[in-house]
């Protein structure tokens, strides 16, 4: 039996006063490690830490054999991982926002992953924003979420 494994990373860039200024949705892959390490929890077969950190650069390029960001900004601790309920008890949503101040200079990010752990080459999920999506250094709050869906529904 093949389990599809279909994803999507939902951008929100948000002002000073939470307004919403930016709304954005990309597709991306599983990386091969991505693939290997969600095979490994499913059937529990070994000691795998769970996804728990989301990453944003400034780099482009990543392949499925690609095993960090191409030039990686900063990476941070998820504010959540949910299963969806109901007929969407197949999704898992990966959450991160990035505070005003997060990165501490205004950058133009151009790609995001999904990490096992804080630090390594880990990378599970990898995404790139065409055209990159702007963060300025203060008074913007950025949140990305990478939205799983197991199976067909």
Not at 59 to 85: C, M, N, P, Y
Not at 122 to 145: C, H, V
Request: glycine residues 12%; hydrophobic residues 35%; contains cysteine.
């Amino acid at each position: 039996m093949i389990i599809p494994v279909k994803s999507i990373w939902v951008s929100r860039m948000f002002d000073e006063y939470g307004k919403l200024i930016d709304r954005y949705e990309v597709p991306n892959f599983l990386t091969e490690f991505g693939e290997a390490n969600l095979a490994e929890l499913i059937t529990n077969n070994d000691g795998s830490a769970p996804i728990g950190y989301m990453g944003i650069g400034t780099g482009s390029g990543q392949t499925r054999a690609s095993t960090e960001l191409a030039i990686q900004v900063v990476r941070q601790v998820l504010d959540s991982t949910t299963q969806g309920t109901s007929g969407d008890d197949n999704d898992i949503t990966f959450s991160c926002t990035y505070a005003p101040g997060t990165p501490g200079s205004e950058k133009t990010f151009t790609e995001a992953g999904l990490f096992e752990l804080g630090t390594g080459t880990n990378m599970i999920n990898y995404t790139e924003f065409s055209p990159g999506r702007y963060k300025a250094a203060s008074g913007m709050t950025w949140q990305l979420d990478c939205i799983w869906t197991l199976g067909h529904s």
